[in-house]
């Protein structure tokens, strides 16, 4: 049997890393499953926990609806600008704002993300990599996935916006 290994977040790239992911990726919201896919992106970058980008294909129809028009974007050296979903809760009329973003038209370094979304693992009731419950990154920023294979300091939480 072998150990899994485990990855310090300060081993990873500057600029970030894009690599497929074979794990099987479980998010949970309103007591639903609204994601299970193996075919996830990690983007891997210094001092954060992975971000995993699903392919919109495998989330539940339904769910995920884009932001008002007019709400604010974000913008990432290295991707791009992102735009922004919310959720509505399924089974009910709650609407979540801002729980998952993409990139409609990523930088050509990372154009293999068109086409996904990454959750904030804060604002779900549970995501799962590989049968593990992830840790949701502190604060509300980056949405980086936390699990035991995942080592810091992890960049996010107060007081850490400088590093």
């Given at each position: 049997?072998?150990?899994?290994?485990?990855?310090?977040?300060?081993?990873?790239?500057?600029?970030?890393?894009?690599?497929?992911?074979?794990?099987?990726?479980?998010?949970e919201l309103g007591g639903h499953q609204i994601v299970e896919t193996t075919r996830s992106l990690r983007v891997l970058e210094t001092s954060h926990p992975p971000v995993h980008y699903v392919p919109i294909e495998d989330v539940a129809d339904g769910v995920l609806q884009e932001t008002s028009p007019g709400a604010a974007a974000s913008y990432c050296e290295?991707?791009?600008?992102?735009?922004?979903?919310?959720a509505i809760v399924p089974g009910t009329s709650d609407v979540l704002a801002r729980v998952a973003w993409h990139y409609p038209q990523p930088t050509r370094h990372y154009a293999e993300i068109a086409g996904h979304v990454a959750f904030y693992p804060s604002?779900?009731?549970?995501c799962w990599l590989d049968g593990?419950?992830?840790q949701a990154q502190a604060g509300d920023f980056y949405g980086g996935w936390i699990t035991s294979r995942i080592v810091g300091p992890f960049k996010g939480g107060p007081g850490t916006r400088g590093w």
């Open positions: 049997m072998s150990t899994p290994t485990v990855e310090s977040v300060w081993d990873y790239p500057r600029p970030p890393r894009l690599e497929r992911s074979p794990a099987l990726l479980v998010i290295w991707k791009g600008t992102a735009s922004y979903y919310d604002r779900m009731d549970r593990e419950q992830v």
